[in-house]
């Protein structure tokens, strides 16, 4: 009867470890990044240290990864005046985007964007690789892993959150 009931609670474990991420295969990075993002918070960092949103206290913007290495990435400062341009091809304020093609370092911990067009015309055909600095469910923090430079703040580096969008 022992042998039975050892057998048993043997066999329940094995279910219960089969069903959980324990025995399964994790997901990678890449897998993890799949959907899309609303950015969160936003801040650049100089190499001083010194702190900068050049964006705004409204800043939003999104990202998105598709499973097939695709990805797009828009970001607008808040507070335009909807009073300032009549043409929307004439964007009113600071906005960046971007898309192209991504891939995933998995053991660096790095996401490369290959750009192929972008509202800052010097980053077309480009290549652009930022930290993956957290990765969870729910959020995804990311950091330049090279400088941008801008003449009026200097070299920065952008640090960027996002929840995903559910």
């Not at 800043?59 to 290495?69: A, H, I, K, L, Q």
């Not at 964007?91 to 093609?101: E, K, R, S």
């Not at 010097?122 to 290549?127: E, M, V």
């Not at 959020?139 to 996002?162: A, V, W, Y």
């Amino acid at each position: 009867m022992k042998l039975f009931t050892l057998t048993l609670a043997f066999l329940w474990l094995g279910i219960f470890l089969a069903g959980s991420d324990a025995v399964g295969e994790q997901k990678t990075l890449k897998d993890q990044m799949v959907g899309t993002w609303i950015l969160d918070s936003e801040y650049d960092q100089a190499e001083n240290g010194r702190k900068n949103q050049p964006w705004g206290p409204h800043v939003e913007g999104t990202v998105m990864f598709d499973g097939n290495g695709r990805f797009s990435f828009q970001i607008i400062s808040g507070d335009c005046s909807k009073f300032a341009s009549n043409n929307p091809r004439l964007p009113v304020g600071q906005a960046l985007a971007y898309f192209g093609t991504y891939t995933v370092d998995e053991a660096a911990k790095t996401v490369t964007y290959h750009i192929e067009r972008a509202t800052f015309p010097q980053w077309d055909g480009t290549d652009r690789t930022d930290n993956i600095a957290i990765l969870t469910e729910s959020e995804l923090n990311i950091t330049g892993r090279t400088p941008i430079q801008d003449p009026s703040f200097g070299p920065h580096i952008p640090h960027l959150k996002f929840k995903r969008c559910n």
